[in-house]
């Protein structure tokens, strides 16, 4: 009957449509940078506490920025906690974590400089590192991770101009890179309850250490196409089915 033919052609062709953006809609998804501006406040990011710095929020660089300060040490200033009870961005943040854990992905920022950036250099001092620490769910495997992500000669300083540092951090899944604070990744565990993020400076022979990060976000990586890369899809009796190869 070609009118009935027809009309299945029309019914397997909206099927397969749906099938198909269902597909896309879910490697988007997982794909989907998820970015805090602090275009009105920290978004959760807080003082550690140790002595000697602040952790405020800026109006004067970028739309909105974290404006932090340490004193001379291994110091770390800011923190920032999600989890799955985390709320509106900062929830869409823990599942972009919990996405770099099961197929990698990024995290990048905006390490921003302004005159001077770093006060009371005396003799010794050899530059500033600037340092990222992740911590995640010791009780599923994870644990602390850092990592410098980008260290400035003391040449650089005192800055003259406001400087833009565009940093990329690669997140990896911890069951292939396990935790390790030598090397030049974060490891990420996909099960972990809880996700943290701190910033600091590593810095000696100075004062006060003085930065700005802005646009922090995770990218996590889409799903690895099925096998052979292919999707067959087949219409019987009004049924449709979609099957790897």
């Known amino acids: 009957n070609p009118q009935a033919s027809g009309i299945r052609m029309k019914a397997f062709s909206k099927h397969a449509l749906s099938l198909l953006a269902a597909l896309s809609y879910t490697a988007f998804t997982y794909a989907t940078p998820v970015t805090l501006d602090f275009i009105s406040n920290t978004q959760g990011f807080?003082?550690?506490?140790?002595?000697?710095?602040a952790l405020t929020y800026s109006t004067s660089v970028g739309s909105g920025s974290?404006?932090?300060t340490n004193p001379s040490g291994w110091i770390w200033r800011a923190q920032l906690d999600v989890n799955s009870g985390s709320s509106g961005t900062l929830q869409s943040f823990d599942l972009a974590l919990?996405?770099?854990?099961?197929?990698g992905g990024t995290l990048r920022f905006d390490l921003i400089l302004t005159v001077p950036a770093a006060s009371g250099i005396s003799g010794g001092f050899g530059g500033i590192s600037y340092l990222v620490g992740f911590n995640q769910d010791s009780?599923?495997?994870g644990g602390w991770d850092q990592l410098v992500a980008t260290n400035l000669p003391a040449s650089s300083f005192p800055v003259?101009?406001?400087i833009t540092l565009p940093i990329q951090i690669i997140l990896v899944p911890s069951t292939n890179t396990p935790a390790s604070g030598s090397d030049s990744v974060l490891s990420v565990r996909s099960d972990s309850t809880?996700?943290?993020?701190?910033?600091?400076?590593?810095?000696?022979?100075?004062?006060?250490v003085e930065w700005y990060v802005d646009n922090v976000?995770?990218?996590?990586?889409?799903?690895?196409?099925?096998?052979?890369g292919s999707?067959?899809?087949e219409a019987e009796n009004g049924a449709l089915t979609g099957n790897t190869y």
């Open 231 to 233: 999707i067959n899809l």
């Open 160 to 162: 003259g101009n406001t």
């Open 66 to 68: 974290l404006h932090l």
């Open 98 to 103: 919990q996405h770099a854990g099961a197929y």
């Open 194 to 208: 809880w996700y943290q993020i701190q910033l600091g400076t590593s810095a000696s022979a100075i004062s006060s």
């Open 46 to 53: 807080a003082d550690v506490g140790n002595p000697g710095g």
């Open 139 to 141: 009780a599923n495997g």
């Open 217 to 228: 976000t995770v990218t996590p990586n889409p799903p690895p196409p099925p096998p052979g």
